[in-house]
């Protein structure tokens, strides 16, 4: 199994480019997760995706689109780059394992994407 | 709500020595806890999970945790650090059906000679 695998690594755009990342895992999770990573600040979740079609916002949504057609895929997209969207992007999955006191599992992440807009 | 408070963001410790990564977690509810590693340019690693079985958590690499509701704690602990343990430690907190974590800002361990 590859788990999850992130497609660019690398990408540099220009304001105003739009560009898509790709997040694909192998494990059959349910549960995707865009997250984006700046220095000092940890990991904050940008969208996340319940099941194949839905799609719901994180804590940082504004300025990204997401979607989520086929199971295994979720895409994140930049409609309009701007600098302050320079970050490095990790995705992650997980499927639900209900414990008794409430659900969570672990989240398995990609190897990341960093984007720079200039 | 949920929080999670790293209590230092940079941690330096000398090869064989004991490291100590601090922790502070806030929830209204019994949490999910886990430690994540990440290694320069690398993406995260899961180190260990507190999931209410047992209170001392024992993680990959000789790490362990242990979660301490009375402090709301949940330090990471090594007995003796390794060169190769040098890296960005991230606490996180989970729970809820959407399985969302919330993230600390991260421990930087510098492991020295």
């Known amino acids: 199994n590859a788990g999850v695998t992130q497609t660019p690594k690398f990408r540099v755009l220009k304001t105003g480019q739009s560009m898509t990342l790709l997040c694909a895992q192998d494990m059959n999770h349910e549960y995707m997760y865009w997250y984006r990573q700046d220095p000092g600040m940890g990991l904050r979740l940008i969208h996340y995706?319940?099941?194949?079609?839905?799609?719901a916002k994180g804590e940082v949504p504004d300025g990204y689109n997401v979607s989520r057609l086929k199971k295994q895929n979720f895409l994140l997209g930049l409609e309009s780059a701007a600098p302050s969207q320079t970050s490095v992007y990790f995705c992650a999955s997980s499927y639900l394992r209900t414990s008794g006191r409430g659900s969570t599992d672990t989240q398995y992440f990609g190897p990341g994407t960093r984007l720079t807009v200039l | 709500a949920q929080s999670v408070t790293q209590l230092d963001s940079h941690v330096s410790v000398s090869e064989g020595t004991p490291v100590l990564l601090r922790c502070n977690y806030s929830?209204?509810?019994?949490?999910?806890l886990f430690w994540y590693v990440q290694h320069p340019n690398k993406g995260l690693q899961l180190l260990l999970k507190y999931t209410s079985a047992a209170t001392l958590v024992k993680g990959i690499n000789g790490f362990e945790a242990e979660f301490k509701k009375s402090e709301t704690s949940f330090h990471l602990t090594k007995p003796s650090a390794h060169m190769s343990d040098a890296a960005e430690y991230f606490c996180?907190?989970?729970?809820?059906?959407?399985?969302?974590?919330?993230f600390g800002t991260g421990t930087l361990l510098a492991v020295q000679p």
């Open positions: 996180v907190v989970s729970g809820g059906a959407t399985n969302k974590l919330i």
């Open positions: 995706s319940v099941g194949e079609g839905t799609t």
């Open positions: 929830s209204s509810y019994s949490p999910s």
